[in-house]
């Protein structure tokens, strides 16, 4: 499994950005696309994540970014996205994401491939 972040930036505070992951590999080894971000000195943080394979939307939105924050994915581009709406300063960071092969784990636990992450910088 391969996955490649980005559309990440420069925005104003309040603005919104769509963030892209192209996730390659077989169905098989993808139960879950989570969003994850790090901020310099702090820890990484997991912020939503989304059933890949499935005719539903299982998604899962952390406190930091619920109702802020848009996951979807589409299936037939091989494609998840995040969109994060009303941006802050505190929301920049490296956003990072991350294929569970086998579950959908709200605690952010279990991601075992990882992109290269794409920078996303909130400032006026």
């Known amino acids: 499994v391969q996955l490649q972040a980005f559309g990440g930036g420069l925005v104003q505070p309040g603005g919104s950005l769509r963030l892209s992951c192209l996730v390659s590999?077989?169905?098989?080894?993808?139960?879950?696309v989570g969003w994850f971000r790090q901020a310099s000195g702090k820890e990484r943080e997991f912020l939503s994540a989304?059933?890949?394979?499935?005719?539903?939307?299982?998604?899962y939105y952390s406190r930091s970014v619920k109702d802020r924050a848009t996951i979807s994915r589409d299936n037939a581009e091989s494609t998840c996205y995040l969109q994060i709406d009303s941006l802050k300063l505190e929301d920049t960071a490296i956003y990072y994401c991350?294929?569970?092969?086998?579950?959908?784990?709200?605690?952010?636990?279990?991601?075992?491939?990882w992109g290269q992450g794409t920078q996303v910088t909130v400032s006026s």
């Open positions: 991350a294929v569970n092969p086998s579950s959908f784990d709200m605690g952010g636990y279990g991601y075992d491939y």
């Open positions: 590999g077989p169905a098989s080894s993808i139960w879950a």
């Open positions: 989304i059933r890949w394979s499935d005719s539903g939307s299982i998604t």
